[in-house]
Nanobody, 124 residues
Framework: QVQLVESGGDLVQPGGSLRLSCAAV????????IGWFRQAPGKEREKVSC????????YYTDSVKGRFSISRDNAKNTVYLQMNSLKPDDTAVYYC?????????????????WGQGTQVTVSS
């Protein structure tokens, strides 16, 4: 079965940190661009970050620049999202998705595989 599995979501206080993981099952991530997306209740899905298959190019939406960092470990078939200085507005279900093309990830279109999501709640 081909799927992405997210983990690492939790309840954290404002200013705290979390690291999300996105593991591929049934296929290798080596040739895929991986993106993180999030959706808060009552809001549209928002793209957060993308990382190219070569690890040489990254994208961040403006609201997370300087706070979030995306990385990948192809040997572990996993992509990570390190989230620091978390704010209540970061509260959402976070999803990872895979696509062969970097510009598709940035545009949030033509994403081949999605995970089931992991809940991040930032609250005191």
């Amino acid at each position: 079965q081909v799927q992405l599995v997210e983990s690492g979501g939790d309840l954290v206080q404002p200013g705290g940190s979390l690291r999300l993981s996105c593991a591929a099952v049934g296929f290798t991530l080596d040739y895929y661009v991986i993106g993180w997306f999030r959706q808060a209740p009552g809001k549209e899905r928002e793209k957060v970050s993308c990382i190219s298959s070569t690890d040489s190019t990254t994208y961040y939406t403006d609201s997370v620049k300087g706070r979030f960092s995306i990385s990948r470990d192809n040997a572990k078939n996993t992509v990570y999202l390190q989230m620091n200085s978390l704010k209540p507005d970061d509260t959402a279900v976070y999803y990872c998705a895979a696509t062969p093309m970097f510009h598709h990830c940035v545009a949030g279109v033509h994403l081949d595989f999605w995970g089931q999501g992991t809940q991040v709640t930032v609250s005191s």
